[in-house]
């Protein structure tokens, strides 16, 4: 439960902080997006707006507009007070004609080309004239009367309109509020009083990967942030992970250590006391099975205690030799048979040739004799069998020790050479979670490798992967 609620806390932490980082980004680009090349749009809006000081949107504009607008003032004023359908179809007639006047005569391309050569701008620079609105005004009464705006129906095809009204000249293909230069309302006097809106858009082509470049750096900074955040997150959640397996490692070796010494502590107390009753004193074969009950009792603690010592001093004191691999395996298991009783089995199948190998003698058969404990000890067959072989392998060999025991679950596998580490809970089998720890280290310090075959309920082999041509001065301990 507290694993779930501190990897739910370090992921909501880690989203928070993430979505944080790109709002802010999101907002730096939004800011660098709307200032860019903000001197430019200044400089070409005043110098549109000298371009057209006596004129509406270019030059020669304004007469268009004025020769439209001024034949059709009667015609609009009376349809408007009498018949507002006719209206209607006489605004998009007329707003109609007007545009497509705008756009034949169109003198904008030379206005925009020749402010960009009069101010040294960029050749590239693109532009995109719109016409937005037109209003018309009867009476002061009724106020102002839209004829036309963004939102009215056309002649004129999609490509031919934006948000921003109909495209009256210019290649500009994404007008927006950033690239915009000029929003112009004018008001003009010919029968009635009348307004028109248009807008000049301006942009450099490729401006969204030319800011995104200008934002590089940041862009860097920020994914180098939130990889060190992940990294710091990953690393905090791993150590402490390591660091509470290494707690439930040592609690379950605490727990282990005082029930393996705990028993033959009290056993060896509740001896002595017994010794010192006068009853069992004058009882010769009493005393004599307390003696033997503290004596074998004693000797488990010695084994347990050697074990730990022996971990210790694995390292320290290491003396390989040439020795046949075959006469090691074979006379170890001649002497752990003594401890198997039938129907119980140990068997080994020598290789057929000699085999000299590097090693100590005293740590491989410590080692190897780790492993037949385990494979007997943790072995609830009715019939308990172990079998040693050895087979040559890319011009090295493999001892095989392999029991019928209840196998080891795949999950576990690699953690059962952890120091401490025990499969299972049963206080009925006893150890301190350091034979096989033990085993590891043994083959370490002859630069042996081992792997593990197990199925549950089918047993497990242990496979001792011993390299050709070792000597002496390439093992490493």
């Not at 860019?36 to 507009?65: A, M, P, W």
């Not at 705006?149 to 934006?162: E, R």
């Not at 004058?282 to 033997?292: G, K, M, T």
């Not at 310090?445 to 792997?451: A, N």
Request: aromatic share 10%; with cysteine.
């Amino acid at each position: 439960m507290k694993d779930r609620i501190y990897k739910s806390v370090v992921l909501v932490s880690f989203l928070i902080l993430l979505l944080v980082q790109l709002r802010l980004t999101y907002n730096s680009y939004v800011l660098r997006d709307r200032d860019y090349s903000l001197k430019e749009k200044t400089l070409i809006n005043d110098e549109y707006g000298r371009s057209i000081s006596d004129d509406k949107v270019f030059s020669g504009g304004g007469k268009i507009i004025d020769s439209v607008l001024s034949r059709n003032m009667p015609a609009l004023k009376q349809t408007y007070l009498t018949n507002r359908t006719a209206f209607n179809k006489l605004s998009q007639r007329v707003s109609d004609t007007l545009l497509t006047e705008l756009q034949k005569e169109s003198s904008m391309d030379s206005v925009f080309r020749s402010i960009v050569k009069r101010n040294g701008l960029d050749a590239n620079l693109q532009y995109l004239l719109t016409f937005q609105q037109i209003e018309v005004n009867f009476d002061t009464k009724i106020g102002n009367i839209t004829i036309f705006d963004s939102k009215t129906d056309t002649q004129f095809k999609a490509d031919q309109k934006t948000p921003y009204g109909v495209i009256i000249d210019g290649t500009l293909t994404n007008p927006t509020i950033q690239n915009r230069v000029t929003n112009l309302s004018v008001s003009g006097k010919l029968v009635y009083d009348f307004r028109i809106t248009f807008n000049l858009f301006v942009d450099p082509p490729g401006r969204t990967l030319k800011v995104a470049y200008q934002m590089l750096p940041t862009f860097s900074l920020v994914a180098l942030c939130i990889i060190i955040i992940v990294g710091i997150n990953y690393y905090t959640y791993i150590s402490w992970m390591r660091q509470k397996k290494e707690t439930d490692i040592k609690s379950d070796f605490l727990n282990s250590i005082k029930h393996e010494f705990n028993t033959p502590i009290t056993t060896i107390l509740v001896a002595s006391k017994s010794l010192h009753e006068d009853e069992v004193l004058n009882d010769r074969n009493r005393v004599n099975a307390l003696v033997h009950i503290v004596e074998r009792q004693a000797r488990r603690l010695h084994s347990h205690i050697n074990q730990m010592l022996e971990i210790s001093e694995i390292n320290n004191n290491i003396n390989l030799e040439e020795t046949d691999l075959n006469y090691e395996v074979l006379t170890l298991v001649n002497d752990y048979k003594i401890k198997v009783q039938a129907p119980d089995s140990l068997t080994f199948d020598p290789h057929g040739s000699e085999i000299l190998i590097m090693m100590d003698p005293f740590v491989f058969t410590t080692m190897l004799q780790n492993i037949l404990d385990n494979s007997f000890k943790h072995n609830h067959s009715d019939v308990k069998m172990t079998v040693l072989f050895i087979t040559a392998h890319n011009g090295g060999y493999i001892l095989h020790i392999k029991d019928n025991g209840k196998g080891v679950e795949e999950a576990i596998k690699e953690k059962i050479f952890d120091k401490f580490f025990r499969a299972g809970k049963d206080n009925t089998v006893s150890g301190l979670g350091l034979g096989l720890y033990y085993v590891k280290q043994c083959l370490d310090i002859h630069g042996w490798e081992i792997s593990v075959r197990t199925a549950l309920g089918k047993g497990t082999e242990f496979l001792v992967h011993i390299p050709a041509g070792q000597r002496a001065d390439s093992i490493n301990h």
